[in-house]
């Protein structure tokens, strides 16, 4: 009788040995994944815009400016209607832009 007791006591215990080896096996396996997923997924990058007085008047001026290309874009487009005449416009526009924007706004202060 005591030596069909610790046959089965054997037995659980192996039985328990490998439920634990199995469960050590699969927590390997899931942090292993859990590592690959964390090195491939990009980190977020937070992008924090300039907060001070100067980088606030250059995004007012820069919506400014676009604004005002637009408007004349869409004027352009409504009064002459013609599609060569607005490219005209839009070549025309975006050369004299960069000289607008110099001319208007000293951005050297």
């Known amino acids: 009788m005591s030596k069909e007791r610790a046959r089965r006591r054997a037995e659980r215990e192996a039985e328990r040995a490998q439920a634990i ?14 590592a690959l997923i964390i090195r491939l ?20 001026q820069n919506a400014a400016v676009a604004l005002a290309f637009l408007i004349i ?3 352009a ?11 005209g416009v839009l070549i025309f526009s975006l050369l004299l832009i960069p000289v607008l924007v110099t001319l208007a706004f000293d951005r050297r202060t």
């Not at 990009?42 to 992008?47: I, K, T």
């Open 21 to 34: 080896r199995r469960n050590v096996e699969r927590q390997a396996r899931r942090a292993r994944r859990r």
């Open 41 to 60: 997924t990009p980190r977020r990058v937070r992008v924090a815009r300039q907060g001070g007085v100067l980088a606030r008047r250059q995004r007012a």
């Open 73 to 75: 874009q869409a004027l």
């Open 77 to 87: 487009w409504l009064i002459w209607g013609s599609p060569l005449l607005s490219f």
